[in-house]
């Protein structure tokens, strides 16, 4: 009788939780990622499982090569508006 595999059995496919603790990042980012970020690895649907998961080397790749852009402050705009009125 076969069970069924634990991530810490297989950490070469993991959830968007395990990918939040890898990269010490919240869950929330990861997911939003996951959703808007055309570069993020895609998911490997698994039969039975709702959660997708994500080849972990595909993953490390990414994040070590991915575009960082820093937010533009939009409350610094504000400001100087309010300023010239």
Do not use: C
């Not at 990269?23 to 997708?52: K, N, V």
């Not at 090569?65 to 508006?81: A, F, I, M, Y």
């Amino acid at each position: 009788m076969t069970s069924t595999p634990t991530p810490e059995e297989h950490p070469e496919r993991m959830t968007i939780t395990q990918i939040a603790a890898l990269l010490e990042r919240s869950r929330q980012l990861i997911h939003r990622l996951a959703t808007t970020d055309e570069s993020f690895p895609e998911p490997i649907i698994e039969a039975g499982s709702t959660r997708p998961k994500y080849e972990r080397a595909a993953i490390e790749e990414w994040w070590a090569n991915r575009d960082v852009r820093q937010g533009r402050r939009t409350d610094l705009e504000k400001s100087r508006n309010q300023e010239q009125e």
